[in-house]
C-alpha cells in the first residue's frame, strides 16, 4: 500500500519544470499525479510516475535533486465529506498528515496523502474499510 513518490527540489526559475517534464518525457515515463509547493526561492514538485527508479536516476543524471518518498493513496467519492472522513480517522489516533493532495476521475477522488506514521495510517483506514490503492493501481491510471 505504500506508494513510492518524487520529490524533486526546484529553483523557481521559469523552465525548471519543462525541464523536468522533459526528462521524463522523452523516456516515456507516465505521471499519474503532480504537485507544486513552493516559495518565492524554491519549489518541490511531488510526483507519481510509472517508473520511480528510473525516472529518479535520469532526473539525477540531469543534475536535479530528487528523493523517493512514501505516500498512501485513498480512493474515495469526490466529495469534501469523504475527503474529511478519511482525514478524521487519521486525526482521532494521532497521526500528523504532513501534507496531501488530490484529483478526481469520474465521481472519484484520489486522494494521496503523506502521514507521519504510514503503516499506523493504512491499518486504521483499512479498520475503516476505506479504499487504499496499491502502487501498481496508481501507476496504472
Do not use: W
Not at 525516472?55 to 466529495?79: R, Y
Not at 465529506?81 to 493532495?101: G, H, M, Q, R
Request: proline fraction near 1%; include cysteine; hydrophobic fraction near 45%.
Amino acid at each position: 500500500m505504500i506508494i513510492q513518490q518524487l520529490s524533486v527540489f526546484l529553483e523557481n526559475k521559469s523552465g525548471r519544470l519543462t525541464e523536468v517534464l522533459e526528462v521524463l518525457g522523452r523516456e516515456n515515463i507516465r505521471i499519474t499525479a503532480l504537485s507544486v509547493a513552493d516559495t518565492t526561492e524554491f519549489g518541490i514538485l511531488r510526483i507519481i510516475v510509472s517508473d520511480p527508479e528510473k525516472a529518479k536516476s535520469l532526473l539525477k543524471e540531469q543534475m536535479f535533486t530528487v528523493n523517493i518518498t512514501e505516500v498512501i493513496s485513498v480512493m474515495a467519492p469526490d466529495e469534501a465529506k469523504y475527503y474529511a472522513k478519511v482525514l478524521k480517522i487519521l486525526s482521532d489516533i494521532d497521526i500528523s498528515v504532513e501534507y496531501t493532495y488530490a484529483f478526481s476521475i469520474g465521481k472519484k477522488s484520489i486522494i494521496v496523502l503523506r502521514c507521519s506514521n504510514n503503516e499506523k495510517a493504512i491499518e486504521a483506514l483499512k479498520a475503516h474499510e476505506m479504499e487504499l490503492l496499491k502502487a501498481s493501481d496508481l501507476y496504472s491510471i
